[in-house]
């Protein structure tokens, strides 16, 4: 048997697979040959059941804040260097490895009835993460939200304005992640119900996960007047709602703006309502109601 030092022999490998370049990683317990040589002192179990995809700007931080509310769900751990999103599948963090990824997740206490999930909001347009998220997470339940993106736009517009940054791209939602999960792993949530009656929301989404028990969210919210949002019910009538940058204050969208981005979101929206009657999904609100408008 003839070899070569390791180094020669990585470069002739993946001058053969070129492919195999960029790492795939699947869950170690999936495959027998994987497991076995998998260290006993590790676990399988510190995986996402579902994955909150995105996009910003419809409620994310919400449907995360409300998810966690939940007895039997629970969300990774911040991160100690950016105490933002873990943002694994979509960037460089993917080449830290599984280790990296599941060291975010506590160790379920009930893999089989403890469901954890994590939320990072530019999954939904990233070219790369389906595939990736499809080979870890073959069984996750993938959950996108959507609101009016004529709304999404003006929210977006309002945040780059806060934070004095440059325009960013527009992404709009890409069939590419149903080449990878099956229709019925895949929920889109009524982001703008999610505003409005988020207890009403939350009871399809536990139906949509099979979580149980199913928690009541009508007691565990309350309308908050001077925020104008839905917030986490306290003690004695207060109320914890998101922070300043989420549910910002700002002047209404003028009439010509909206009429504007009716008319400019008006085929996309079209296309949108196709793509959901053939996958079986319900029409959010606000999609019936802006066809409705400009048809
Ligand atoms: P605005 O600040 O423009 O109103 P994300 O967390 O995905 O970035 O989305 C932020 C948006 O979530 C906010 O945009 C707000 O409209 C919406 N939202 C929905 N329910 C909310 C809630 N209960 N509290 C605060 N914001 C909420």
Known sequence: LQTLPPVQLADKYFHIFPEERDPLWQ????????????????TCDRLPKFLVIGPQKTGTTALHSFLTLHPAITSNFLSPVTFEEIQ????????????WYMDFFPF?????????????????DSEVTPRRAAALLPRA?????????????????????AHQDPAALNHTFHQRWLSHYQPSQLLIVDGSQLRSNPALVMEGVQRFLGVTPIFNYTQALTFDESK??????????????????????????TPEARAFLAEYYREHNMALLKLLNRLGQALPTWLREELQSTS
């Open 27 to 42: 869950n170690p317990c999936h495959d027998k040959r994987h497991k076995d040589i998998w260290s006993k002192e590790k």
């Open 88 to 99: 694994f599948f979509n960037g460089p963090n993917y080449h830290n490895g599984i280790d």
């Open 108 to 124: 379920p206490s009930n893999a089989s009835t403890d469901f954890m999930f994590e939320k990072s909001a530019n999954y939904l």
């Open 141 to 161: 339940k993938i959950l996108a939200l959507l609101i009016n993106p004529a709304d999404r736009a003006y929210s977006w517009y309002q945040h780059q304005r």
């Open 228 to 253: 104008g949002f839905w917030c986490q019910k306290q003690e004695g009538g207060r109320s914890k709602c998101l922070g300043k940058s989420k549910g910002r204050k700002y002047p209404d969208m």
